[in-house]
């Protein structure tokens, strides 16, 4: 795993060959009449033929077997995957939840697939508009299985265990504290290295792509460079047994069978790719004077919808940085949003709720629902010293933040066991300081 090799760069035409087939790219062309070594070239297509240039999404695959070669599709059980935003009546509330669990009794094995779980969500595949938030908890690989979206976009962040996923691209190893995106329709297969958990981000009918930097200029934030691209790898391997190839279709989940592996494609080239990327290398901004700028300002990715400046999704981390501002309250204020906002914890503690908020558990604060900094956090920023310090060393969170109002699944309020019932307590000790004798 850690000869895995890279190519680095955002939404760049890339060129990838396994070394094995040393000239497998068709030269001046995408479609020979007769593709060296006899392979058979593919296209995937990530958008519509016509999409303007900065927007058109496309590869072309070259492999030993088409993806066609397989039986029909037939239901699979879904288990806690769903769309189904009307299981249970809305709850306005602040939410939290604690560590979602993975399985330790070796009998219950899970893989990425069967470890789905759905949180919440908005929106409906069929009209490609919408987003929903999975967890995912495992403790086995997927053996002779692969999982395509044809929903949409997976944008996969591993609180526990490291990921080693096989692409159709080649493969990428990827750790908490990094993420990865997995495109609609990409073939991928999750081997995992015991107990596993994480985060998955959903988005319907639109790509994740780089924030408009405006002002800032031409460079911070995430730059496109530290984004790395799997190359190509391809294994010629009969399953006599049958290979399951898996669609998530319209929210279910459909098996097919093929006496082959999927992972077949000895070169490619294209702007359509799976992607991965470390969070530590994300350039900070940040007020150096006074009060907050708002938290946009640590998106990473965003999915954009059809109104400008307002996104499907966008995914924001709060990482290591310097707190410099002065005669200013330093933690996140307290707020009320047109916006819902999810949030995960990958690493260390978050400043506003230091206790309660823990890795490996999520909060959802839905919109116009009022959430803030705890009671103990406001009291010791209000009387802290206000010097130059390191905020959320050792700490990654992050908000999966979306312009849709988020339904919580059933398994979400009910089944998972984890809501925290407490969480509204946590503001309870606020007091009025309010004096009108004294500015």
């Known amino acids: ?53 900065p ?20 239901p699979l059980k879904e288990g806690h995957l769903t769309h189904n935003w009307d299981e249970v009546e809305p709850d306005p509330n602040q939410l939290r939840w604690k560590p979602f669990e993975i399985p330790k009794d070796s009998r219950n094995k899970l893989d990425f697939v069967s470890g789905l779980h759905t949180l919440c969500g908005a929106g409906e595949p069929r009209g490609r508009n919408g ?7 495992c403790n086995a690989s997927m053996l002779n299985r692969c999982l395509y979206n044809s929903d949409g976009d997976f944008l996969i962040v591993p609180q526990q265990g490291k990921l080693l996923i096989t692409t159709e691209f080649g493969k990428m190893l990827v750790e908490p504290n990094e993420i990865c995106v997995i495109q609609q329709g990409m ?22 792509e780089l924030p408009d930097l405006g002002p800032i200029g031409a460079n911070g934030l995430a730059n496109p460079r530290d984004f790395l691209v799997p190359v190509a790898w391809y294994e010629d391997r009969q399953v006599p047994g049958g ?20 992972f077949n ?13 470390h969070l530590e290398k994300f350039m900070v901004i940040n007020s150096v004077a006074f009060d907050h700028a708002d938290p946009s300002i640590f998106t990473v990715l965003t999915a954009k919808s059809t109104r400008p400046g307002v996104a499907l999704a966008d995914f924001v981390i709060f990482p290591p940085r ?9 933690p996140p204020y307290y707020h009320r949003n047109c916006m819902s906002e999810f949030m995960g914890l990958v690493k260390g503690h978050y400043e506003a709720k230091e206790e309660g908020f823990q890795p ?80």
Not at 131 to 137: D, E, G, Q, S, T
Not at 322 to 330: K, P
Not at 380 to 386: I, M, P
Not at 427 to 439: A, Q, R
Request: glycine letters at 8%; a positive charge; proline letters at 7%.
């Open 131 to 137: 987003i929903a938030i999975h967890i995912f908890v």
């Open 243 to 262: 290979y399951t190839v898996i669609s998530k279709y319209q929210g279910k989940l459909f098996a097919a069978q093929q006496d082959f592996s999927p």
């Open 1 to 53: 795993m850690t000869g895995l090799q890279y190519m680095s760069g955002f939404g760049n035409e890339h060129v990838s060959e396994d070394p094995r087939c040393p000239g497998a790219l068709p030269e001046g062309q995408n479609n020979p009449q007769v593709c060296p070594y006899g392979l058979y070239a593919e296209q995937l297509s990530g958008s519509a033929f016509t999409c303007p240039r």
């Open 322 to 330: 310097w707190g410099v501002a002065d005669n200013t309250f330093r």
């Open 360 to 439: 490996g558990g999520a909060s959802l604060h839905s919109m116009m629902t009022p959430h803030g900094p705890d009671a103990d956090c406001f009291e010791k920023a209000s009387k802290a010293k206000l010097e130059p310090e390191r905020v959320a060393e050792g700490t990654m969170a992050f908000m999966f933040e979306s312009s849709l109002s988020l339904a919580v699944t059933k398994w979400g309020l009910q089944t998972s066991n984890r809501l925290d019932k407490n969480y509204y307590k946590c503001w309870e000790p606020l007091k009025s300081h309010f004096n009108p004798s004294c500015k």
């Open 55 to 74: 927007t058109n999404k496309r590869s072309w695959l070259y492999r030993i077997l088409p993806s066609v070669c397989h039986k029909p599709f037939k």
């Open 187 to 208: 073939r991928f297969s999750v081997e995992v290295f015991g107990e596993t958990r994480g985060y998955i981000l959903e988005v319907y009918g639109a790509h994740f």
């Open 265 to 277: 494609v000895v070169a490619w080239h294209g702007n359509y790719t799976p992607y991965k990327y």
